[in-house]
């Protein structure tokens, strides 16, 4: 059982560069996450997912775009890369009922470099 | 909507003395919380949480918590720190059962002294 796996862990981008961030996860979660880290900003959410087909914004989608075909995958989307984009990407998942507490399990991070 | 915060950006404590971080929440009714640990270069790790019933709370690692309604408060503590501890904590709220949004604090980042 790996949990939530992403790759890569490291990339460097040019501006104007467009790349996908792969996160996946083995524990038959129907909600995903991603987030960004900035320093000292905690955990800001860009994006997430109830359940394959369905995604929806967070509070911070614009500059990225997610899909989710399959219950496991949960691909995030740079199309433009800006300076701004630079941070540490979380991806999540949990399982989320009418009775459970959303409880969120994270990948390791992908930490991506805009220049 | 609902926020977090955590009053102090960054502690640090002696190895073997007892540690207290601080979180408040702003929210109407009682939200489930959580507290994560994220050592360097790692993702977040629960630590635990609470959702009803006993307002203390014990977790992993030795940590416990308390949640204390009148004070909007859910504080993290440990009674002996070690070295192994350092790391950056963070304090979360969700809405309630079924609810998607994780609501993070800043974090604070613990360090500990030899």
């Known amino acids: 059982n790996a949990g939530v796996t992403q790759t890569p862990k490291f990339r460097i981008l040019k501006i104007g560069q467009s790349m996908t961030l792969q996160c996946a996860q083995d524990?038959?979660?129907?909600?995903m996450y991603w987030y960004r880290q900035d320093p000292g900003m905690g955990l800001k959410l860009i994006y997430y997912s109830v359940g394959a087909g369905i995604t929806d914004k967070g509070e911070v989608p614009n500059g990225y775009n997610v899909s989710r075909s399959t219950t496991e995958d949960f691909p995030l989307r740079l199309e433009l890369a800006a300076p701004s984009q630079t941070s540490v990407y979380f991806c999540a998942s949990s399982f989320a009922t009418g009775t459970s507490g959303n409880e969120q399990f994270f990948g390791p991070g992908t930490r991506l470099t805009v220049l | 909507a609902q926020s977090v915060t955590q009053p102090d950006i960054h502690i640090t404590v002696s190895e073997g003395a007892s540690l207290e971080l601080r979180c408040n929440y702003s929210y109407g009714a009682t939200p489930y919380l959580f507290w994560y640990v994220q050592s360097p270069g790692q993702g977040l790790q629960l630590l635990l949480k609470y959702f009803s019933g006993d307002t203390l709370v014990q977790g992993i690692k030795g940590f416990e918590a308390e949640f204390k309604r009148s004070q909007s408060s859910f504080n993290l503590r440990k009674p002996s720190v070690h070295w192994s501890d350092a790391a950056e904590y963070f304090c979360a709220v969700t809405l309630g059962a079924g609810s998607y949004q994780l609501t993070f604090g800043k974090g604070t980042k613990l360090s500990v002294i030899p």
């Open positions: 524990m038959n979660h129907n909600y």
